[in-house]
């Protein structure tokens, strides 16, 4: 290990004594620097002669060209066959992947100059789900930068909407929505961390999914912010996305979130395509309508919208009764503290699963740190910025605003289930405005996340309270045909994805 770790002097001492805050006297460092080295001599280098999965084996026939779409949707064109003894579920899907959800042999790119030649030398937990489903993986879709923002602007571009060419297709799953949305693909999978799913499938005039948080495993997919990440299928329909979810959820004992939500009392997984092909009738079905938002910082057409697909509702049988949702207007605060602190921490630990555990794979997470350590200045302005703001949430006041969201989310959940109990699901509009104009959504100005204190909502005005309290929520077309694209927002109980999906399957009847 003395090539890796080195001996450690009295000057690098100082060094990590400030950068975690102890106490050092001046009259210490020559003995610290002593003890320090008989640690870091004492056999460390003996766990590399234990065997792990460092270098898995080949992939297999798999091959991958530059794309050529007209929307800036894919980063890699590739072709992956579904495993040689693959069930029938997905049998003859194409499939497309978000660009940080690894696919062995095949690039990696996260939208971003920092990761270019890096290829996994592992799949994703989902990825193989999907593949042993019967789904071939034709595509690796495009993204924000490390999926850090909302406009589905990658250093390749923004990614264009196929519903409306003069809009973007948004972000951060811009790229998984605009190919469902133009036919390349016949399905893909996104994350959202606070709407990353849902608004880019809204504005394409598709079928959005956000699961239960821990329901889809996480192993395999580049970090956001693992407490709020989820892994969650686009579609055309919401029989397509309920085959998705079949797929790939379920536990993963590499994924420590996954294995959490399985202990949970209300864990349930299953049973979502026959949701799906045998509805309950709209007329049993409690609806809540969320009454906040609805005469500010609201485009009128959707306000319009949103009101017409209510009476729909209603006319045809539904049983619609207003509720609020808890703390709507202040969660994007705890979903910000959260996201920061861990986005950073991340960075800091070059991917290294320090604090939540779980089995990586090493051969990938030692390729991500080193690019991490020479990024330099090769990231954009706005991830550099969430970043450095995660660093001072960090170290300032003792870490106390993380701590204190953490609580807040509690609070949250608990209100929000409260609320839930009283329906089968709760609807929202799933974005405030209209999908951009490219010509608005080219300025490295543009306020997505509401951060002007004129316009403080933001695009995910909606979508961050389930990514906060882990609930699921979907989003529908609302009316796709007239018009720029509007989604309807369906929110529901942890791991009830069962009543979910078998609410939206009667709701897109009667509002899309």
């Known amino acids: 290990m003395r090539d890796v770790l080195r001996d450690v002097s009295e000057r690098e001492i100082r060094r990590l004594a400030d950068a975690y805050g102890l106490d050092v006297g001046p009259n210490e460092e020559a003995a610290l620097a002593s003890a320090v080295n008989d640690r870091l001599d004492d056999g460390l280098d003996d766990l590399y002669e234990i065997p792990v999965a460092d270098a898995p084996d080949a992939p297999g026939e798999r091959t991958w060209s530059e794309p050529t779409d007209p929307y800036n949707a894919l980063s890699v064109a590739c072709h992956v066959p579904p495993t040689p003894t693959h069930g029938d579920l997905l049998a003859g899907t194409t499939v497309g992947l978000k660009d940080l959800i690894a696919v062995a042999g095949v690039p990696m790119q996260c939208a971003s100059g920092v990761m270019h030649g890096f290829v996994p030398s592992g799949d994703a937990t989902v990825t193989t789900r999907l593949r042993a489903a019967g789904g071939t993986i034709t595509a690796k879709t495009n993204l924000d930068e490390f999926a850090g923002g909302g406009r589905g602007q990658s250093f390749r571009g923004l990614v264009l909407n196929p519903h409306d060419e003069d809009r973007i297709a948004g972000g951060s799953s811009g790229g998984s929505a605009a190919a469902v949305a133009a036919g390349i693909v016949d399905v893909a999978l996104g994350t959202d961390t606070g709407g990353s799913v849902r608004k880019p499938a809204a504005f394409c005039g598709l079928v959005g999914l956000k699961p239960t948080y821990g329901l889809v495993p996480l192993t395999g997919v580049v ?76 485009d009128p057409a959707i306000a319009a919208r949103h009101g017409r697909a209510i009476d729909e509702l209603e006319a045809a049988g ?195």
């Not at 997984?269 to 500010?296: E, F, M, N």
């Not at 290294?352 to 991490?372: I, K, L």
Request: proline share 6%.
């Open 223 to 298: 970090e956001n912010t693992y407490t709020l990440d989820h892994v969650g299928p686009i579609a055309r329909t919401v029989e397509d996305v309920a085959s998705v979810l079949a797929a790939i959820a379920g536990t993963d004992e590499r994924d420590p979130a996954s294995m959490a939500a399985a202990g949970a009392d209300d864990y349930r997984v299953g049973d979502y395509v026959d949701a799906v092909q045998s509805p309950p009738p709209l007329s049993t079905l409690r609806i809540g309508v969320a009454t906040q938002g609805l005469t500010d910082e609201i």
């Open 318 to 512: 539904a049983h619609v009764e207003e509720c609020e949702l808890p703390y709507l207007d202040q969660v994007k605060h705890v979903k910000n503290v959260i996201s920061y602190v861990e986005l950073a921490a991340y960075w800091r630990d070059g991917g290294a699963p320090v604090r939540r555990g779980g089995v990586p794979n090493t051969f990938d997470q030692v390729g991500f740190a080193r690019r991490a350590r020479a990024a330099n200045g090769e990231l954009n302005d706005f991830y550099r910025s969430r970043l450095l703001a995660g660093a001072r949430l960090m170290t300032a006041h003792d870490g106390r605003h993380y701590t204190r969201a953490q609580a807040a989310r509690a609070t949250i959940r608990e209100a929000l289930a409260e609320t839930l109990s009283s329906f089968d699901a709760v609807v929202t509009p799933t974005v405030p405005r209209l999908a951009p104009l490219v010509a608005a959504a080219q300025g490295s100005t543009f306020d997505y996340d509401g951060l002007d204190a004129s316009s403080p909502y933001g695009y995910g005005r909606y979508t961050k309270l389930a990514n906060v309290t882990g609930v699921p929520a979907i989003t529908v077309p609302n009316e796709v045909d007239d018009g720029p694209a509007v989604g309807l927002q369906l929110l529901g109980s942890r791991f009830d994805e069962e009543t979910l999906l078998g609410a939206a399957r009667r709701v897109a009847e009667t509002v899309g």
